[in-house]
């Protein structure tokens, strides 16, 4: 089949446009891939419409995506939105030509209206395939209608006779062959004649053009009818030879109708409870918890990373944001009720009884929970897994997971043999062999069955999340997951692809509202330059993994694309650490800001006696014998069995004691002394130290040296380094955010520069807003009123007190925040009564944010009598604590909540009265 395309694109000298172009994707599901497009090269002849003719196999495909992109000297300049592309339909049967005149599309300022989060859930609706024509000449029109509601479908109407006169009831349908795209064909020889004959006049030229008055107007289910806004459309149209169909893209349609706003529930899987659950919530509590939202008017349900994170066996597993695999499912959230039942009925009546017990605690017992599941998956496996494995469904499971499946199983049979996560240690094995993947894949082979107990647990967790997925989008329900920055340093992704990840640094947070000394995560950090060589791959895979299960997805810490806080590996806190990359300084640079930079003095501990007289009063005599030496007059330095905060902890191991907390946390603060640290990649640049001037070395400047040195702390840190990080965000993140149709949201709060909102609104990415910790810094409490549309509005998350908590935790703030934001007189009351908290969830849901999404306890908040007494045992995670035990759960179960109907109401009504259903 001959096909031309013509665009109109004015391009820069020595520019050229390319057409990318390959067949469909018969399942959506199935991960894109950009290997499959060829790029052909179109010509100009006068720089501004470019045309292609080729030659499309109908017997190859019928259906085709394309998308352009411009191509200079030094490779690709800029692609076209490519999140929806182009699509056309080669179902002419007696066609030999078509000609399609199309349109750029930049990123649309609705992007969101495009993402599954809204075809598939909010605004749900069936495509349809295009319908075959036998016409002998085709006049296609193409448009894009992304405001239509759920159940609406687009028509055409005119003035001609052929698209009705005008009469809503003569209107034509049109067909949704893509997200938000309708097309419609017309007989282009009807079409004519028909105008033909409407003329008063007789004479009238076979070649003469026609021009069609139209509009577009959409039709709901239940008798709806909406016009597009504006001027009626007018197409000025050749006549068409036959055998050729004419594709004429035109502007998008737009409708008068209001951005939808919606309401949702944020809690982590392993927090539901039901009556029938093993003790953490499971995918099948996840599709009881999708029951109660849509029941109470909500639209979206969230939830915490649900990766597998299991490196130790032990309670420290529990922190969901350290993940072993970015594409493997935690065992901990299989549904057991969803499998075949034990048939050895003594082991079945031992876990019902355990489960029961395990059921009933008022948080998790991680490692009981875990030890008793995989116990009995292991069973069950004994029991049915050949079976399983031998079914076309696994067969196909396998083919398309292979990738990421076979290194994961091997890694996680090795973890258990050796007994340690630490592949370093594993002899033979510190790093995947490529080679072992034949023998490992193959069922007859003894390393097959070894590790085909972790083939198989993954492909039951995978229907089990697909299946919840499924049912969320029946139910019009979002689910929205969540992707972790980092991955554990000894997971196995890292064993898998070391490549990607520089192990002399710890990614982590520098100091902020949640932590005063900056969070250590402990991740590796990433190799982007090795990841952006291959146009982010790793990143690509495991977005289009996580788009099999969810439809929205949080992208934790987004401030890592554009720098990570680098941590050295032999520090505990993050006070130490330096944003990479950055624009270090130079001795020049620092002295030309007024300060009297001295090298050895700045970037060395300062350790003089009064410092330690200060920090540790009357042990400070202990210290300076113990853990300092002497340098001169009343300077001091660390022992080198004490110079680093990894030897202090190690020294200090085990004790407990309030002395001995006082005195390691002293000498942490004595390392981290220093008023610059060096560059990681070249020791003669620096960095100033992150919140330098809380330290000793700070207060001991001169006045003069304290304002230069945060003239350049200030320049360094808020504006050096913005259109740096812009460019760097920008190599990375418009890849993913159009490598899915998820809807992207991002977490940024905490030391966010400018360039962060420069990029998120330029990718459409939603914002977190919360009124407690607002981006402006000249007022203490976000005005809701100012949330953007494209944003989600919450009162806490996972990291932060609940709002019970955060009433109670500064009396001072609150009152201020109860007289000002809520516009209340008096004091204050204490604890946050219920009907305070409706009135605050209230103000919450009426804001302009796209999505309103409280936590299950915020939520609970409004209701004294369904509550929890005890507003601590609420708590998801304290980031103060490295190692805080992940173990809340819900208090009820949700088959209780749900039969709640008073609560429900009341749920119901606040969401119904702010609009948001």
Excluded at 394 to 400: L, M, P, R, S, V
């Amino acid at each position: 089949m001959n096909v031309t395309f013509s665009i109109p694109y004015r391009t820069a000298y020595g520019d050229e446009l390319l057409l990318n172009i390959a067949p469909a994707r018969e399942d959506e599901s199935l991960a894109l891939d950009m290997s499959q497009f060829k790029a052909l090269a179109m010509a100009t002849h006068d720089g501004e419409t470019w045309t292609l003719n080729t030659t499309l196999d109908p017997d190859k495909a019928t259906r085709y995506d394309y998308f352009y992109s411009v191509r200079s000297i030094r490779g690709i300049k800029c692609s076209e939105w490519k999140t929806i592309m182009h699509r056309l339909d080669l179902t002419a049967s007696k066609a030999n030509a078509y000609e399609v005149n199309d349109r750029w599309t930049d990123f649309p300022g609705d992007t969101y209206l495009y993402s599954s989060a809204f075809t598939d859930c909010i605004n749900r609706r069936v495509q349809s395939a295009v319908p075959a024509t036998d016409s002998s000449a085709t006049l296609r029109l193409v448009v894009r209608a992304p405001q239509l509601r759920s159940g609406m479908r687009l028509n055409i109407v005119g003035a001609q006779p052929a698209l009705g006169c005008w009469n809503l009831a003569k209107a034509l349908p049109m067909v949704e062959h893509n997200h938000n795209e309708w097309i419609v064909d017309l007989d282009a020889d009807s079409l004519f004649a028909s105008i033909h004959r409407s003329r008063t006049t007789s004479a009238v030229a076979k070649d003469e053009n026609v021009n069609l008055e139209f509009k577009f107007v959409a039709f709901g289910d239940k008798g709806e009818v909406e016009w597009e806004t504006g001027l009626n459309r007018t197409l000025s149209v050749e006549p068409l030879p036959q055998g050729e169909v004419r594709v004429e893209v035109l502007d998008q349609a737009f409708f008068a109708l209001y951005n939808q706003k919606v309401a949702g529930t944020l809690i982590p899987v392993f927090s539901l409870r039901s009556e029938g659950s093993f003790g953490v919530g499971d995918f099948g509590d996840l599709k009881l918890m999708i029951d109660w939202v849509a029941q109470t008017h909500q639209r979206l349900l969230q939830v915490l990373p649900i990766n597998d994170s299991t490196s130790t066996h032990t309670w420290t597993d529990s922190y969901p944001y350290s993940c072993i695999s970015i594409f493997a499912l935690h065992p901990q959230f299989c549904d057991l009720r969803q499998l075949p039942a034990l048939k050895d009925k003594v082991e079945a009546d031992r876990f019902e009884m355990l489960r029961e017990e395990l059921n009933g605690l008022p948080q998790i017992d991680y490692e009981r929970v875990n030890n008793a599941k995989t116990k009995y998956l292991q069973l069950l496996f004994k029991q049915e897994g050949k079976e399983v494995l031998a079914t076309e469904d696994f067969k196909e499971f396998f083919k398309h997971t292979e990738h990421w499946l076979v290194p994961y199983a091997q890694y996680c049979y090795l973890r258990d043999k050796n007994g340690t996560c630490e592949f370093a240690k594993w002899k033979g094995h510190t790093q995947w062999n490529e080679a072992d993947r034949a023998s490992l894949s193959n069922p007859q082979n003894k390393a097959f069955k070894d590790v085909a107990f972790f083939y198989y647990v993954q492909f039951v967790l995978d229907r089990q999340m697909r299946s919840a997925h499924d049912y969320a989008r029946a139910r019009g329900v979002i689910l929205k997951g969540d992707i972790p920055i980092g991955v554990n340093r000894n997971g196995c992704d890292v064993w898998h692809e070391p490549e990607y990840f520089h192990l002399d640094s710890q990614a982590g947070a520098p100091p902020d509202g949640f932590s005063v000394n900056g969070q250590n995560w402990g991740f590796p950090t990433y190799n982007w330059d090795r990841m952006i060589a291959d146009g982010c791959q790793w990143w690509v895979r495991r977005f289009q993994n996580m788009q099999q299960y969810f439809d929205a997805y949080r992208i934790d810490h987004v401030l890592g694309f554009f720098r990570i806080w680098a941590i050295p590996t032999d520090c505990v806190h993050g006070l130490l650490g330096q944003f990479q990359p950055a624009l270090a300084m130079s001795r020049e640079e620092i002295k030309s800001y007024g300060l009297n930079f001295q090298e050895d003095l700045f970037t060395k501990p300062f350790i003089a006696d009064w410092i330690v007289s200060r920090i540790f009063k009357e042990h400070a005599e202990e210290v300076k014998e113990k853990y300092l030496q002497h340098e001169h007059d009343d300077i001091f330095s660390l022992k080198p069995e004490y110079d680093t905060e990894r030897k202090v902890e190690a020294a200090f191991a085990g004790k407990t004691t309030d002395k001995d907390i006082w005195l390691r946390d002293g000498l942490y603060a004595l390392i981290e002394n220093v008023l610059f640290v060096r560059d990681r990649q070249n020791p003669n640049m620096f960095h100033p130290r992150i919140t330098a001037q809380l330290n000793f070395m700070y207060e001991a400047l001169w006045q003069n040296d304290k304002d230069a040195f945060n003239r350049l702390y200030n320049d360094y840190y808020y504006r050096r380094n913005n259109d740096f990080w812009y460019r760097e965000a920008m190599k990375k993140l418009p890849l993913l955010s159009q490598a899915t149709r998820m809807l992207v949201c991002a977490e940024d709060l905490g030391m966010v520069p400018d360039c962060v909102q420069w990029v998120m609104n330029e990718l459409r990415i939603l914002s977190l807003e919360l009124q407690s910790m607002p981006k402006d810094p000249t007022v203490e409490f976000g005005h809701l009123s100012r949330n953007p549309y494209r944003s989600v509005c919450t009162l806490s998350t996972h990291d932060m007190p609940t709002l019970r908590q955060w009433w109670d935790e500064d009396y001072d703030r609150t009152q201020k925040y109860y007289n000002t934001m809520l516009y209340r007189g008096g004091a204050a009351p204490h604890p946050l009564p219920g009907w305070l908290a409706r009135d605050i969830v209230s103000r919450q849901l009426t804001s302009p944010s796209m999505l309103c999404v409280l936590s299950l306890q915020d939520w609970f908040a409004i209701d004294e009598r369904i509550r929890l007494a005890d507003a601590n045992a609420e708590r998801i995670n304290i980031p103060a604590i490295p190692k805080h035990y992940w173990r809340y759960r819900m208090h009820m179960t949700i088959e209780q909540l749900i039969a709640d109907k008073e609560y429900n109401d009341e749920v119901k009504d606040l969401i119904d009265e702010a609009g948001r259903k």
